[in-house]
């Protein structure tokens, strides 16, 4: 199976409902203008959960090539978890994408591998596809080596989770919303180490399946030399999916790549 290259936009927490509408019609026009071939790349928007619904019924009524997804979900399906967000609730708003584990709800809201595990296990389970954040800081790849903590990261999920479709995502903290991107050397050599974690855990077939991405930094302006490496099959954009017409750029970085 071929990766097919995935650009999505982790709006974080920035933009209302109304505001999100005008951007994903913007978008869908924007990579129509630029003839965006979306069998080439898949663009996967990630809004705030009071988004979703509208963000659902702009896609699907104007049938436009753009997917979604949420930036996290409960690991419980139901209950008294005030402020939680069930995978079913999200299946039932057709989103097919679900980040878990970002480096702000772990640091932020205290989330521990086996709470991103148990998060995986849950958008499975609902069958969404959850895009799985690890990353280390600048600190720790120096002293434990390029992917080390990536993947011990990543190994608490998959030995949690039955092989299934997900997308992972290597975030090396310090380039997140810093402008300092890794360069695409040490990006490549992470994601290598995170796919051999993956043929460890799970087998040759699902590391040959299975999309790694790189997110920290990314812009147009470096896209490019990410996505010419063998192990990044896309990137995780924050700050610059934002912005529309950036974000197009990013995601027509066959252009800049001449592929
Ligand atoms: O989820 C996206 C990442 O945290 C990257 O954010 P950034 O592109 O603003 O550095």
């Given amino acids: 199976m071929t990766r097919t290259p995935f650009i999505a936009g982790n709006w974080k927490m920035n933009l209302d409902h109304l505001q999100a509408i005008a951007t994903v019609q913007k ?9 965006h071939d ?12 009071t988004d979703l619904r509208s963000v659902q019924t702009l896609i699907s009524a104007d049938k436009l090539p753009i997917a979604f997804g949420a930036q996290d979900l409960s690991q419980y399906d139901s209950g008294a978890y005030t402020g939680d967000v069930s995978g079913a609730f999200l299946a039932a708003l ?3 994408y679900v980040i878990v584990g970002h480096s702000e709800r772990r640091t ?18 609902h069958g969404l596809v959850p ?10 790849r120096e002293q434990r080596g390029a992917g ?16 299934a479709e997900i997308v992972v995502a290597y975030e ?47 812009k147009s302006g470096n896209i490019a030399g990410f996505l010419r490496e063998p192990d990044i099959d896309g990137a995780l954009v924050g ?10 750029a990013i995601a027509r970085f066959q252009q800049h790549v001449g592929l």
Avoid: N
């Fill in 239 to 248: 700050g610059a999916s934002l912005d529309v017409q950036e974000f197009a």
């Fill in 148 to 163: 080390v903590v990536p993947v011990e990261q990543l190994q608490v999920v998959l030995g949690a989770v039955s092989p």
């Fill in 131 to 140: 895009v799985v954040c690890v990353g280390e800081t600048g600190e720790q």
């Fill in 38 to 49: 979306h069998a080439d790349v898949e663009v996967a928007v990630f809004p705030p959960f």
């Fill in 94 to 96: 057709d989103a097919k």
């Fill in 172 to 218: 090396p903290v310090w380039a997140i919303g810093s402008g300092q991107a890794a360069t695409a050397e040490q990006a490549q050599e992470d994601c290598a180490a995170l796919r051999r974690g993956i043929a460890a855990a799970w087998g040759d077939q699902a590391a040959a399946d299975t999309r790694v991405l790189y997110g920290g930094s990314v």
């Fill in 27 to 35: 978008l869908a026009w924007t990579l129509k203008d630029a003839r």
């Fill in 108 to 125: 932020m809201h205290g989330e521990t591998d086996e709470v991103v595990a148990a998060k995986t296990a849950a958008a499975v389970k």
